[in-house]
């Protein structure tokens, strides 16, 4: 059992399966430094996969994968609107977005493809082969044809750690998150900080949401997010807010849906091995895994006049 659960195969599957969760958490580690809370990450990954799968069928998968980004920003851009501007409740505004980007999906697939569950197959970008080490047997699963989106995906975690930490624009952003009243008294405008934080991480569902409907499964079914989003939001808190923390979090969030994926065992139900990834966020959100430090004024409204 425990060759078949650690085996080359099953750490290349967890490896595909932790790619939207990871994208999506980066984006809400974005969000949430500003200070809002983003719930609607769901629904961002949802038209993110619907229009890079419209993109992909009509113009190719490197416009599709930009009409996810597209789709997911526009409706973060919603977001941020009604949250930051017309300070409306960041939890209420991410589920109502939740329902909305189900049905526009669902809407828009039966209008423009006929079908209002799914999309025609469409053409995904070209896979990648490191043909040195496809040569161990050990790693040739993890190192074959597989998608370029995943090792961009791993870059781009190095790439918000130094963005948050090491840029102007990282540190205002933080400080809005932080300290809004101090940020707004130094000259930061914290509004434009939270809209860009927002924005941000539409941006990072939508490619989430474009890498499930493209490179995962070739084409977009309705529901295949499958609560990732929610998902991500596990892996940030358990990755405690940094980019590092919540790519290992993902991994394991990863390696469990992987495992809810394969019957390893007939020794247990396989109800309840389907039930892992869920479980495990429960747990995580729950805050029995360890103690979380959120941003100090995350979920909180601005309420001084921008300017």
């Known amino acids: 059992m425990l060759n078949e659960l650690f085996s080359p195969d099953m ?61 997911g920003m526009v409706l973060a851009s919603i977001h941020a609107l009604v949250t930051v501007t017309f300070k409306v409740n960041q939890i209420v505004s991410g589920v109502a977005l939740n329902v909305l980007a189900a049905g526009i999906s669902r809407f828009s697939s039966l209008s423009i493809f ?24 050990w790693l040739k ?28 624009f990282g540190l205002r952003l933080r400080a809005a998150g932080e300290n809004p009243e101090a940020a707004d008294t130094l000259g930061i405008n914290v509004f434009k900080m939270r809209y860009a934080g927002i924005i941000i991480s539409g941006a990072f569902a939508g490619l989430a949401g474009a890498y499930l409907s493209i490179e995962h499964t070739g084409m977009y079914v309705e529901g295949m997010t499958q ?14 807010w940094s980019a590092i923390g919540a790519m290992f979090a993902a991994l394991l969030f990863g390696f469990a849906e992987a495992i809810s994926l394969r019957r390893i065992t007939t020794l247990v139900p396989y109800q309840f091995i389907k039930i892992i990834p869920y479980l495990l966020t429960i747990i995580v959100v729950s805050g029995f895994v360890k103690k979380s430090d959120p941003p100090a004024k995350v979920g ?8």
């Open 227 to 240: 609560g990732k989003g929610y998902i991500a939001l596990a892996a940030m808190i358990f990755g405690n």
């Open 11 to 71: 750490m290349a599957s967890a490896i595909r399966l932790t790619i939207p969760i990871l994208l999506a958490a980066l984006g809400a580690i974005y969000s949430e430094r500003s200070g809002v809370v983003n719930i609607g990450l769901e629904g961002m990954m949802v038209v993110g996969a619907f229009w890079a799968a419209w993109g992909s069928f009509n113009y190719g998968p490197v416009v599709g994968i930009l009409f996810g980004i597209t789709a």
């Open 300 to 307: 909180t409204n601005y309420e001084r006049g921008e300017g």
């Open 114 to 137: 006929g079908m209002a569950t799914t999309s025609p197959h469409v053409s995904g970008l070209p896979k990648m082969t490191i043909k040195p080490l496809a040569e161990i047997s």
């Open 141 to 168: 699963p993890l190192v074959t044809e597989f998608s370029i989106l995943i090792p961009i995906s791993f870059i781009l975690v190095g790439v918000t750690v130094w963005v948050l930490k090491y840029t102007t």
